[in-house]
């Protein structure tokens, strides 16, 4: 018998030829808005904020005593502290803390009297065993961007930030339409000549895997006006048909034919074995795939093609879990009592692949869903030196990894927002960003470990922003300065300012959060306070620190200060008053050796994008400037 093949494309032709096709006729994700609780193992459809703050409100951190911090000070093994009973109040872990105190005391520190007064050997510092309002998610704060699948901790997540039901991608249906006058359904007893149908049940276990759902039709006999028939049921209530046994070049397969009346017959017969006698195209404008009755040829074609197909419509890469060497940025110590799983985020610079050690407390959640691998970290070792080569096991693919672009710096949200856009595009790369400070993304970008950071650091001498920075730690080259956007920062207060404050100098009289060493924030701050002639131990909370504009706003908000320095955009978010202070730069600085990375190219792009600009506006306090 004569074999005739449409075609006998290679495998690397075929593939985008069909899936740019099944794109062209609409093969895409629509949205549905589901539970959080039925979430896990779905993608999200747009970016997921949090509607309230983790934890919401102070939380003791120990089972202990909740102390006002300035009654221990002074206290140690030589001369205690007494503390009367009215003056501290048993606590456990998780309770709120008490009214009039900040901070906790260990029971295991305490030393009950007879007399219910308790002797302190140690001093306390403000917020000292204490989880702070935010500490975990700041209300706002981007939880997950769109196209993130949903593990259980990310769901947990969610619902510690408030979020009740989540905008998900919703599953695509394939039908699967079994052919064949010899096939039967699963039976004991098949009687000669009889083939057992189980192609559907693997499929269908398949697709599942790949967060597809699948709608199983009865056997079909080989009978094209019947094989039509359930092609067309399927394209009208499925996303995709699949038939089963009808892409042979024998007298009985009718699947071509169909989908050329039907539609277009893209290839008949692509170039690999097993699997050649596929059949691909689009019928009534669904993508269709006829697949080989062996089920192993079936098996290679669904890796090859209905795979990719499943990626296509989440917008999603994928690979097998795998162990990865990386290096470390930071120290990471531990104790020699256990065996702990340190998370990090991976990226790769260069040929190295970079691991950045992600918060370890117990209640912070969000450690676990932007990991992107696990650190083990034996018992009876110490820990690892920064620079020190690890290996990590892969949370997320391999390709994932490798096509990411690394941002380290200052913090600020609009990062957040272009690693949204960057998701919701077929760009192919991911974006992480470690919010190190200013100065941070300077020493990281010098020394390799990622390709761009984001700075705005003011040069007291000359009022101009970044410029003389990059100077002097980049004297011979190296790096170049990329114009950002402008943004204005403030004093954060609370609604209404109820202490009428206006100035740096009204923070005097107030309690502050501040930024950390580093941070281009801070550098500012403390530029402000020698212009009014203030020196840091003039103001109350000069030490308290916090990492993000976000956690300064929810700090402020939650009424553990009374002020803070930040941007518009963070106050908007928590309802707070908001004090111009300063415009400022807020730019980027891009490795050399990696201006013309399509990751970078990209991210400039989107910063000139109507999408990214209309984002600026809604947050508030933003200005774009021009490019060099």
């Not at 892969?394 to 609009?414: A, C, F, Q, Y």
């Not at 992480?432 to 941070?440: A, D, E, L, Q």
Request: charged share 20%; glycine share 10%; hydrophobic share 40%.
């Amino acid at each position: 018998m004569r074999h005739n093949y449409l075609s006998n494309t290679p495998l690397n032709e075929a593939r985008p030829l069909f899936l740019k096709a099944a794109e062209e006729a609409g093969f895409t994700a629509q949205t549905e808005l589901i539970p959080t609780g039925c979430a896990a193992g779905r993608i999200t459809a747009n970016a997921v904020y949090a509607a309230i703050s983790a934890p919401h409100y102070n939380a003791s951190a120990m089972d202990g005593i909740a102390v006002k911090a300035a009654d221990t000070f002074g206290a140690s093994e030589n001369a205690p502290a007494l503390l009367k009973k009215d003056s501290y109040v048993t606590v456990d872990t998780g309770d709120p803390l008490p009214e009039g105190t900040d901070a906790v005391i260990m029971i295991e520190d305490v030393r009950e009297q007879a007399d219910e007064s308790v002797k302190i050997l140690s001093a306390v510092a403000p917020w000292q065993n204490v989880r702070q309002v935010g500490e975990d998610l700041c209300m706002g704060d981007m939880i997950a961007p769109a196209g993130t699948r949903i593990t259980p901790a990310l769901a947990g997540a969610f619902l510690a930030g408030g979020v009740q039901r989540i905008p998900v991608k919703k599953r695509p249906v394939f039908g699967i339409i079994p052919t064949g006058d010899e096939i039967v359904p699963p039976t004991a007893e098949p009687k000669r000549g009889e083939i057992i149908e189980f192609n559907s049940t693997i499929f269908s276990a398949m697709l599942a895997e790949w967060g597809a759902e699948s709608r199983i039709f009865d056997i079909v006999k080989d009978d094209k006006a019947l094989i039509a028939d359930a092609v067309e049921k399927a394209a009208a209530t499925c996303d995709a048909i699949m038939v089963l046994a009808g892409s042979s070049a024998g007298r009985d397969d009718y699947t071509a034919a169909i989908c050329a009346a039907l539609g277009q017959v893209l290839l008949h017969g692509v170039s690999v074995k097993p699997g050649k006698p596929v059949v691909l195209g689009i019928a009534m404008d669904k993508p269709l795939i006829g697949l080989p009755g062996y089920p192993v040829s079936a098996m290679v074609i669904m890796e090859e093609f209905v795979k990719p197909l499943c990626d296509l419509y989440y917008r999603r890469s994928s690979a097998e879990s795998e162990n990865v060497e990386a290096t470390l940025t930071k120290k990471v110590t531990s104790s020699l009592k256990y065996e702990e799983f340190v998370r990090v985020t991976l990226g790769t610079v260069g040929d190295t692949c970079y691991a950045v050690p992600l918060p370890r407390g117990a209640g912070v959640i969000t450690s676990v869903t932007k990991a992107g691998g696990i650190l083990r970290v034996p018992q009876n070792l110490e820990g690892y030196e920064a620079g020190e080569k690890v290996e990590v096991r892969l949370l997320r693919p391999k390709k994932e990894i490798e096509n990411t672009l690394v941002i380290t710096g200052s913090h600020d949200p609009l990062i957040d927002e272009i690693a949204d856009i960057v998701n919701r595009s077929s760009l192919g790369f991911t974006v992480i960003s470690s919010h190190v400070g200013s100065m941070g993304a300077l020493r990281a970008v010098s020394a390799g470990q990622a390709h761009m950071g984001a700075c705005h650091l003011l040069d007291e001498a000359t009022g101009e922003y970044n410029t003389s920075y990059v100077y002097k730690y980049f004297p011979n080259g190296g790096a170049t300065l990329k114009k950002g956007v402008g943004r204005v920062q403030g004093l954060m207060v609370q609604k209404g300012n109820p202490l009428g404050i206006g100035a740096i100098g009204d923070l005097t009289r107030c309690r502050y959060v501040n930024r950390q060493r580093g941070a281009g924030t801070r550098v500012l701050f403390d530029y402000l306070l020698k212009q009014n002639g203030l020196a840091p131990t003039d103001i109350n909370g000069y030490g308290n620190e916090k990492f993000t504009h976000t956690a300064v706003a929810a700090t402020v908000a939650a009424g553990n200060a009374d002020a803070g320095m930040g941007i518009l955009s963070a106050a908007r978010i928590y309802g707070l008053d908001f004090i111009p202070l300063y415009h400022e730069e807020y730019d980027f600085l891009v490795s050399d050796a990696y201006t013309d990375d399509p990751k970078v190219k990209a991210f400039f792009g989107i910063l000139e994008s109507a999408d990214f600009r209309r984002r600026l506006e809604d947050m508030g306090g933003y200005s774009v400037n021009e490019r060099n």
